[in-house]
């Protein structure tokens, strides 16, 4: 497990996805969370940098563990996730204080994730009982991942790479969007013509559909695809 940790770590500083201590990670181990230590360096995960703590309940490694831990108790109690991510990309930061929702313009974009929700909070964002109460109302809908306003991305899978995966989809998805609007373009059309036609992709994670928070026919992946069963993703 610790070698899952220090690969998607290195990869997400690598990529430019958080900064020298930004960011965070958990994985969900039965009625246990294995999450990134507080101030730890994501591209240089060692041993010891890994804290064991309850899904419910506060516990005297609390206060080694994250800050997001409040959030990422929240989202595996409220959704079906195996494994959590939350990133600092700047192209989608950049595109949450300007946009209410991200659209994807690219197919691979547009393919994993359709829309990406922007979540607005007042006050402090950093383990914010807010963000905690809101974020498992769109990531247990048709999304896997969501920002928050102006601080980061949060995303979810069932294990680190596919939330990795994810993130790494979002980030490219707007740069993308920048680049188009750096020719003059104005990126306003999502690569699906139809949502109104579209079916819906499945059901969400963590068991049945609610009430959407979103337009009919913006779903996540379809993950009753052969492909989705082999491990691909896509």
């Known amino acids: 497990m610790l070698d ?21 990670m958990s994985v969900k181990i039965g009625d246990r969370i294995l999450i990134t230590r507080r101030n730890v360096r994501l591209g240089s995960i060692k041993e010891g940098d890994l804290i064991e703590v309850p899904l419910q309940g506060e516990s005297p490694e609390d206060i080694q563990a994250s800050r997001e831990l409040v ?16 990133a600092h990309p700047p192209y989608a930061i950049a ?12 197919a691979e974009a547009s393919f994993f994730l359709r829309a990406v929700p922007i979540i607005k ?34 995303a979810i899978g069932s294990c680190l ?9 979002l980030e490219n998805s707007c740069k993308v969007t920048a680049i188009l ?7 306003v059309k999502p690569m699906v013509s139809d949502y109104s036609a579209a079916k819906p992709m ?12 979103i337009p009919p ?18």
Do not use: C
């Open 161 to 169: 790479e596919e939330a990795y995966k994810y993130t790494s989809v």
């Open 71 to 86: 959030v990422h108790r929240a989202l595996y109690q409220g959704t079906g996730a195996g494994a959590i991510i939350h």
């Open 217 to 234: 026919g913006i779903g996540v992946m379809d993950r009753s695809s052969k492909a989705y069963r082999r491990g691909s993703f896509k």
């Open 121 to 154: 909070v007042r006050g402090e964002t950093i383990g914010s009982p807010d963000v905690a109460k809101l974020l498992p109302q769109f990531l247990n809908s048709n999304y896997v991942v969501a920002m928050v306003k102006s601080h980061g991305s949060y």
């Open 181 to 187: 609007r750096s020719m003059g373009q104005n990126a």
């Open 95 to 106: 595109l949450s204080i300007s946009e209410n929702k991200i659209i994807p313009q690219d």
């Open 202 to 213: 499945g059901k969400p994670m963590g068991g049945p559909s609610r009430g959407r928070a």
């Open 4 to 24: 899952q940790f220090i690969w998607i770590g290195a990869e997400l500083f690598k990529q430019g996805l958080v900064d020298s201590h930004g960011g965070n």
